[in-house]
């Protein structure tokens, strides 16, 4: 199982970027996958969940912003991000677990200007 995170860069503050997570090597139908993120000098925080049903959480810093969803199709994750904020500054990693192992994409990062 791979995952691979892309479509970061460096936004204004108040604009919007989104990223994806391409998985390969299962179908993504039945699997909650998550977006993380880590901050310079701050441990890794989680971001956001999409569960198989099409459930979603956040974490309470990003409610009304940001936007999870899913291709299954396509076997891409996606993360919207509007009304970026100078705090939302880090590298953001795709995350999936299931009974077989525990996978991480390679981060992509966000940097947002004041």
């Known amino acids: 199982v791979q995952l691979q995170a892309s479509g970061g860069g460096l936004v204004q503050s108040g604009g919007s970027l989104r990223l994806s997570c391409k998985v390969s090597?299962?179908?993504?139908?039945?699997?909650?996958i998550a977006w993380f993120r880590q901050a310079p000098g701050k441990s890794r925080e989680w971001v956001a969940k999409?569960?198989?049903?099409?459930?979603?959480s956040y974490t309470d810093s990003v409610k009304g912003r940001f936007t999870i969803s899913r291709d299954n199709a396509k076997t891409t994750l996606y993360l919207q991000m509007n009304s970026l904020k100078p705090e939302d500054t880090a590298v953001y990693s795709c995350?999936?677990?299931?009974?077989?192992?525990?996978?991480w994409g390679q981060g992509t990062l966000v940097t947002v200007s004041s």
């Open positions: 995350n999936l677990r299931n009974a077989r192992g525990d996978y």
């Open positions: 090597g299962l179908k993504l139908d039945n699997y909650a």
């Open positions: 999409i569960y198989g049903s099409g459930l979603t």
